[in-house]
C-alpha cells in the first residue's frame, strides 16, 4: 500500500478507504457504464435510422439517374450520411 500512496501521492488512509470500499465502488460503477451504454445505444439507433431511412431513399433514386450500383458504393454513401 505504500507504494501505491506514493504513486498516487494520497493519504494512507484515503487508500485504505477506497480499497475497503472497492466492491461498493466497482458496483456504482458499472451501473453507471451500463446507463452511459443504453444512452449511448439509444443515440445511435436513432442515428442507424435516420441514415436508413435517408439511404433507401438515396437507393431509390439511383436507377432515375442510371448510376450502377456497387456495394463500395452504397458503403461510401452511408459512410457520408
Do not use: F
Amino acid at each position: 500500500m505504500v507504494d501505491i500512496t506514493r504513486s498516487y501521492n494520497m493519504n494512507h488512509s484515503t487508500i485504505g478507504t477506497i480499497l475497503k470500499n472497492k466492491d461498493k465502488i466497482m458496483e456504482h460503477v458499472k451501473s453507471a457504464v451500463s446507463m452511459m451504454l443504453t444512452i449511448i445505444l439509444k443515440k445511435c439507433g436513432k442515428v442507424m435510422e435516420e441514415m436508413e431511412k435517408l439511404l433507401s431513399v438515396w437507393l431509390q433514386d439511383q436507377p432515375q439517374h442510371r448510376v450502377p450500383l456497387s456495394l463500395m458504393l452504397i458503403q461510401e454513401k452511408a459512410k457520408r450520411l
